[in-house]
């Protein structure tokens, strides 16, 4: 299904022999040091606090719970996502700093699991996100959650040589694809506060897929964001 | 039984009603549309029943019919009546019970959002929980979620290695997902048991046989 890229990207290649170690260094400091942002919607959450707390004990990989989705690095999806849902977890997905990684736990996230008949369920999450750790089960023992973690981990710390620890690029690289299917759920109107194309044009990632008819229909409806007016009330 | 009598003689006064007593505390009573208010008014003014549990709708397409069900609870009897009425299908409006019982509101906008049902009188009728719906309301039996979900959705293909080894050795997954999902003639059974039944009789291979 994937397309090869007529990229036209900003060169990443580097001219100094050093720039690869510390390119290497950057990935391997960043594997060590995850905040995950859990984004509990089913009934998979409930495998985590296991995977957490001192029996499996997530942070000895180095991955600790973050409050906020602006602080965290990691996404992590547990469960089924209905539309409603998958809208709120876009605005937490985007609101998210690069470089940010998602996972998608339980076979919901893959396929709807036992919800596939429902209207109300969306069924393949990497088709509005780029997932890059999907762990199946119903629902997946806190080994299996770790063992995705870790997975992850090595994506990340290989990603220079392996490249697949960078599906969070892909989304600004194809957004007219992932704006398409966001838009055939949520209709036409769709406007996310965060101005993508923008922020594809800020780290560099523009490619010509980065735009299409999706985009074009964004540009048409995209109203600027205003602050909201502070009205202070005093009593007399 | 002796308890509940007086719920016969007070609703005694309406017309076409049938009581019918389940068990101990559990009693149904069937009224025609026109007099549905009267019998609550009457089961809360004189028999104490002034909780409103539930509203429930059912819907009936072959008779044409919603079934609207009233959970009312007495907590001196303590005891369920559930009040049936039938409404047409095709008009779908009611009146609101909103200013006898106040969680009618709640139950009614539900109502009104899964089944289309309108209430007369009920202070909110808009979206409740479906806001991101445009469709038809998704609990009536004409609209098909197998069919919408196909039509709208993509599935993850899942051809693992494992698994096309295991097929190379004649094994495998006895029923694949893809034919679950809405194979033409299956679909159009119209019960899951007989497309079981089905499955059976054609499955030659696999694993089970």
Redesign the interface.
């Known amino acids: 299904m994937k397309k090869e890229l007529k990229i036209k990207e900003k060169s990443t290649e580097r001219t100094n022999p050093l720039a690869r170690v510390f390119d290497d260094f950057i990935s391997f400091c960043q594997s060590k040091s995850l905040f995950m942002l859990h984004y509990c919607t089913g009934c998979g959450a409930i495998e985590l606090p296991p995977a957490m707390t001192s029996r499996f004990d997530m942070e000895r990989l180095g991955i600790q719970p973050m409050v906020t989705p602006r602080q965290a690095d990691i996404l992590l999806i547990t469960g089924y996502v209905s539309?409603?849902t998958l809208?709120r977890v876009i605005l937490t997905y985007e609101q998210m700093q690069s470089p940010k990684y998602v996972i998608g736990i339980c076979s919901c996230t893959?396929?709807?699991g036992m919800y596939?008949?429902?209207?109300?369920t969306?069924?393949?999450l990497n088709?509005y996100l780029p997932v890059d750790v999907y762990i199946a089960g119903c629902m997946p023992r806190p080994e299996a959650v770790i063992e995705g973690l870790q997975r992850l981990k090595n994506n990340i710390k290989n990603d220079r040589k392996e490249q697949k620890g960078s599906a969070w690029k892909d989304y600004f690289r194809r957004y007219d694809y992932y704006l398409g299917n966001q838009q055939?759920?949520?209709?036409d109107d769709w406007q996310t506060p965060t101005d993508i194309i923008a922020e594809a044009k800020l780290y560099g990632l523009e490619t010509e897929e980065t735009y299409g008819k999706h985009t074009d229909q964004l540009l048409k409806i995209q109203k600027p964001l205003l602050p909201q007016e502070m009205k202070v009330r005093m009593k007399p | 039984m002796n308890k509940h009598k007086s719920i016969d003689e007070i609703l005694k006064k309406v017309n076409d009603v049938k009581i019918l007593h389940k068990r101990e505390r559990r009693i149904r009573v069937d009224v025609a549309a026109d007099s549905l208010t009267t019998v609550l008014e009457l089961l809360k003014g004189q028999a104490s029943f002034v909780h409103l549990s539930a509203i429930s709708c059912v819907d009936w397409i072959d008779d044409g019919e919603f079934e609207l069900v009233y959970h009312v609870w007495s907590y001196e009897e303590n005891c369920l009546v559930s009040v049936h009425t039938r409404i047409d299908r095709e008009k779908a409006k009611f009146v609101s019970v909103y200013d006898l019982y106040k969680p009618a509101d709640f139950f009614e906008r539900d109502i009104y959002e899964m089944y289309g049902v309108f209430f007369i009188g009920s202070p909110r009728m808009e979206k409740f929980i479906l806001t991101e719906w445009h469709g038809i309301p998704p609990m009536l039996k004409d609209f098909d979620s197998e069919s919408y979900v196909q039509n709208t959705f993509n599935w993850t293909e899942y051809n693992p290695d494992w698994l096309q080894e295991l097929e190379q050795q004649g094994g495998g997954i006895a029923i694949k997902p893809e034919e679950i999902r809405l194979s033409g003639e299956l679909h159009n059974m119209s019960t899951h048991r007989e497309r079981d039944k089905k499955k059976k009789q054609d499955n030659v291979k696999g694993w089970k046989s």
């Open positions: 539309v409603k809208k893959v396929n709807g596939w008949q429902s209207y109300a969306a069924k393949k088709e055939h759920l949520f209709g």
